[in-house]
């Protein structure tokens, strides 16, 4: 099953070929004008293009995680986070644990980033982080895991490369068309051959407008499509679709923003961070399908936790008989669902407690001591104090540091 | 030109047996990584035991028969540690079910549920089934894969040449260690 989730990616391919080919078309009209020859215009787009690449290869999952300042988490920060990853990873079969990241944020939020699954990263708001269970939270690391583990970071990165180069070279040259154009038409059009300079012209004018939108379409396309696909996967791994449905209704009715977030990213939140209230459902310019509607999904799968099931649920909720999951991934048996986990019972750490853990760590992570006073006040000490021992405000007992 | 024709299919169909035999080969490193996965975490788990009863021993004054039990079981799993799928999916269950009867009386002991190092170590042997359960997934997935091709047509004419043989799946015997993440601390 897992071999042919890589042959479910033809269509996300063939997608971006267009955008490549786009890409082409506008860089060779751009060289016709301008200089007159095509060549030269894709060459100028194909160096835009690789510089870009390069860069978002090498340096885009850093620039990401040091975007949104997040920060690196180990195992002894925070166990249960550092399990459930782990769980994950080897549910999916990945080879290596990604590393895990912590935003200090109280949006409720998730990405995952890493341009191969060796070299990957999951980071989680801590707002997210306390609001969740053990089996939400784990529905949500499914996702992101499936993220890593079907190469969407690899595939929305490409993807947003080719975006940015085309509306980059289109608002370059259509900045240029205007200031400049007028001139530079006069002059061919005294030196002959105007009506082809024309021609030339009016397709370049209707290229720099039209392809940014193409392309951010065809964008928004494959990222909402590898939502559907990320979303399959977490059942799948998990075998429980609820954990990941009850998770994504908690995210949809916080209303607060992700202070850290840009459009670029957007694809690789579990949520869209720039989402609005009452999102229609036909929606072409989301990077992410309509929460209620994933929910409504993942709670259709009745019968099991295959990406047969989950095929059937989305037809099921669209009325449609199109498929989300390529049949190439469902030639697997049945898949049964498991019950919920310990954690839904009562001797779930609640969300207070899971509060007090998160912003714990926070502080830890930023250098805090953090002592319990015998009267069970917990005093902050900043890195930077010197004094050998610290009186608790609320008691008024002297705690060694 | 036949001569042409007959090189052309013979090249295609080493070219096909070539692909197939690699495919089959990917496929039994995945079955074989998967298992060392589960066996990690069964290991995991038997060094967890011991001390899981050192700290729970002096709490739970009434359980000794359960936490022999459990003891018992353990090293009876670590003996049959590099057997086959079936024997040691069955002593695994057997110590699932003895763990199991333990935690189900901690709800009887408040002072223990407070104890920090009892709680770390609950969530570790928590993490540690849901990981045993999630590696046997899957395991199990790939197990599938894995025999479908040496058994459907035409690879099993490759799998059968070069010796392919279908693996054994890492079955859960014992009733009530079917729904996966069976131990429940309450």
Redesign the interface.
Known sequence: ???QIRSNQTRSVILVAGMGLLLLLVGYFLGLYFFDSGIGGLIIALVVWGVMSLFAFFRGDNILLALSRAKKISRDDH??LY??V???K????LEKVPDIYIIDDPALNAFATGRDPNRAAVAITSGLLQKLN?DQLQGVIGHEISHIKNRDVLLMAITAVLLGTIVILAWYATRILFFSGMARNRRSSSSGGGSGQIVILVLAIVLMVLAPIIAQLIYFAISRKREYLADASSAL?T?YPEGLASALEKLAASTSQLKSANKATAPMYIINPFRKKGMSASDLTSTHPPISERIRILRSMAGGASFADYDQAYQQVHKTSRRIVPASAM???AIGL??A???V???EPDEIQRARETSDLLWRLSDYKTITCDCGTKLRVPPGFKASSIRCPHCGRINPI | MTWYIIVGVVVILIILFIVTYN?LV??RN?VKN?WA?IDV?LKRRHDLIPNLIETVKGYMKYERETLEAITKARNLAQQVASSGPAVRAKAEAELSSALGRLLAVVENYPDLKANQNFL?LQ??L??TE??IS??R??YN??V??YN?RTQMFPSNMVASMTGFKASEFFEVSVAGER???K????
């Open positions: 099953m897992w071999e166990p249960r399990n459930v782990e769980e994950m080897i549910a999916s079969g053990r791994y075998r030639a697997t048996g498991r019950a986990g310990l954690e019972t009562e001797k | 495919r990917r496929l995945q998967a996965q975490q770390a969530e570790e928590t993490s849901n990981k999630f590696s997934q899957y997935d790939s599938l894969s479908n729904e996966a993440p131990v429940s601390f309450t």
